[in-house]
């Protein structure tokens, strides 16, 4: 390995604290806006003590790591009862963070008396409603005198349903958020509610267009990752290519020297850049600061895109793949959400953007080397864990990996939102 490869080497972040990460997915809530309103942090429970996962979750919240994670913004977790019933008093010095509560658990007289106590005290509460309909039982209505939130099950619910009982609990002030929006259908209902926030998988999957069409915004993007795609260019190339676009070569060096990188030295043009870092990983680097630009696209996506690209990479990392592969399996898992991003179908958007034939049959087919690496990412997004996904090492080595992708996507994200001053 040369001194350059080396240094550039080096130059890549550690990964977060291995010992024992915790394995967790956020999920984003989203307003109308489709701004981030809160994050759901998600445990993965396959053969892990639900006793010893609670504990670890206390103590990333005490140390900060949680907070971290989800950026200090308003966050909401499933804690166990005895967790509620013992250390509920560290939520008070974590006011962002809230706990979802299960109806059941109405009918638990020392737990609601220990939750009154945390409703008292300005603790966050969010009633999680899986039920086809509210039940309008005394317990319950004591549950729904506490809670400021209740998210309601939009798989399970008649749209009239959720209509009816979204505009009730508006009514008594209670902020409602609709779980489970997993469709552009049922979001579209959705955005005609008195909802707080949306939350589902609709974020991650195209809309569904009779003709599908690319704004010019849109066509430009995919004319620079085209070019930089067939005419394999060298740092120089690579540098005359983005060399008029203030604002891109603004992002490139504000991230690559950030202290995110901790470079021994201040690089001042994409061409020392390319240099340094190399080619390949570069045109990544691009192909991410511009899909930055797509300012009506939510910010959530596109982080959920890095996280995935970065997940990819680790995975072929992890595979034994050689470098080049590891940096193709990065744009595999950037580009896995390119038709969400594009609002077009993917065989429709790779007619504009020809791409090698192993990452194109991941995303079209989930094919050839890098198919199984998204398909793992996708059972970890989703919370379905099944065979040898769901032995105890490899949810230990992706929680590890998750856990890094989401520090790598918050910060090249800070810089992506970038602009000259």
Not at 252 to 277: D, E, G, M
Request: include cysteine; charged fraction near 20%; proline fraction near 6%.
């Amino acid at each position: 390995m040369n001194q350059v490869a080396a240094a550039a080497s080096s130059a890549l972040p550690p990964a977060m604290s291995t010992e024992q990460p915790l394995p967790v997915v956020r999920l984003p809530m989203l307003d109308a806006r489709r701004q981030l309103f809160a994050y759901e942090i998600l445990f993965h429970r396959e053969g892990v003590d639900e006793a010893a996962l609670m504990q670890r979750v206390l103590s990333t919240i005490l140390d900060g790591a949680l907070t971290r994670l989800v950026r200090g913004n308003r966050t909401f977790l499933r804690l166990s009862r005895d967790l509620l019933l013992e250390q509920t008093d560290v939520l008070l010095h974590q006011p962002r963070f809230g706990v979802l509560l299960r109806p059941e658990v109405a009918h638990d007289t020392t737990l609601m008396e220990r939750l009154q106590q945390m409703a008292q005290r300005g603790c966050l509460l969010m009633l999680d409603v899986t039920e086809p309909e509210i039940a309008g039982s005394a317990a319950l209505e004591a549950l729904l005198q506490i809670v400021q939130f209740v998210r309601l099950d939009a798989s399970v619910m008649a749209p009239e349903v959720l209509r009816e009982t979204s505009q009730q609990l508006h009514d008594r002030g209670i902020w409602v958020v609709a779980g489970q929006v997993d469709d552009h259908a049922t979001y579209q209902r959705c955005l005609e509610l008195p909802l707080q926030a949306i939350q589902g998988r609709y974020l991650l999957i195209p809309e569904t267009v009779e003709v599908p069409v690319l704004t010019a915004n849109r066509l430009s993007m995919l004319r620079l990752m085209r070019e930089l795609q067939e005419s394999n260019p060298g740092p120089v190339e690579l540098g005359d290519i983005i060399r008029d676009d203030a604002i891109l070569s603004y992002k490139l060096l504000s991230c690559v020297n950030s202290a995110y990188f901790s470079l021994p030295k201040q690089l001042k043009s994409v061409q020392q850049a390319a240099i340094f870092f190399g080619v390949t990983r570069m045109r990544n680097w691009i192909y991410t600061m511009s899909l930055s630009g797509m300012d009506d696209r939510p910010p959530e996506l596109l982080r959920a895109a890095l996280i995935r690209a970065h997940m990819c990479e680790k995975l072929a990392v992890g595979a034994g793949m050689a470098r080049d592969r590891q940096e193709m399996a990065f744009t595999a898992g950037l580009f896995s959400l390119l038709d969400t991003l594009m609002c077009a179908p993917m065989e429709f958007v790779l007619r504009h953007l020809p791409l090698v034939p192993e990452i194109a049959e991941a995303l079209v087919g989930g094919r050839g080397p890098f198919g199984p690496l998204l398909e793992q990412i996708h059972a970890w997004e989703a919370g379905e864990l099944t065979g040898q996904n769901a032995q105890p090492q490899r949810i230990q080595r992706m929680a590890a990996i998750y856990l890094e992708a989401t520090q790598f996507a918050d910060q090249v994200f800070s810089h992506a939102e970038a602009r000259p001053s």
